[in-house]
């Protein structure tokens, strides 16, 4: 697992141009620059790993943006030592910013074959991550309550099967809306359950998808 001068110095402008855009929490823009971005694509692709964009990774999904990982770890507000949840693993990229970044992250992939891709691929790091294959919507009960939630992928509405399991106090931040483009919400969970919403602009994801698939 290679990470030379010529990748640090790709990552360092990835990070320029991204805090460009808006990102200016520190310790996100450290985490960035940190993790390898470029060991989360096949070696052939190594031109698109610091671009800001987007990446397929097979499954039909995707790497995410760098500035979208970015600006959900923002709102998100991780603080070291944080339980975090999140939905949909992908190629573990943004579960390991959050690790970076002194996170306890929980995971969940609902495709069978890229979660064992993946969690193969993350025993090579020093992040220590719980990984789980199953249904997002369900979340994880057993290891409840979070102090976080980060669904990766496009909700049509907020299951409130992973409201339940939110402290109070406890942070949402969900793509939600149609396949097309969706809001960007963050969301806290207040002391009688309910949830204050905020809107922060349009995003595109992969939809999230309920039940387990072996595809």
């Known amino acids: 697992m290679e990470d030379n001068y010529r990748h640090k110095g790709m990552r360092k402008k990835l990070v320029d141009e991204i805090r460009k855009k808006g990102i200016l929490d520190e310790q996100i823009l450290e985490a960035i620059n940190a993790v390898p971005r470029h060991l989360f694509m096949d070696s052939s692709f190594l031109q698109f790993a610091y671009e800001d964009k987007p990446f397929p990774i097979g499954s039909g999904q995707t790497i995410s943006q760098p500035y979208t990982v970015a600006f959900q770890t923002q709102l998100l507000d991780v603080k070291p030592g944080a339980k975090i949840l999140e939905i949909g693993t992908g190629s573990g990229y943004q579960a390991c910013v959050l690790a970076e970044m002194g996170a306890e992250v929980y995971s969940i992939e609902r495709q069978k074959k890229l979660y064992e891709k993946t969690k193969k691929f993350l025993s090579k790091f020093q992040y220590k991550l ?86």
């Open 130 to 215: 719980h990984l789980f294959c199953g249904d997002g919507y369900l979340g994880l009960p057993k290891h409840a309550p979070f102090d976080g939630i980060l669904i990766t992928a496009a909700a049509p509405e907020i299951p409130q099967t992973l409201v339940d399991q939110m402290k109070v106090g406890g942070v949402l931040v969900i793509p939600l809306g149609g396949t097309s483009t969706q809001t960007m919400y963050r969301m806290v969970k207040m002391e009688d359950g309910s949830l204050a919403k905020e809107a922060f602009g349009e995003f595109r994801f992969v939809p999230l998808l309920k039940d387990i698939s072996n595809d």
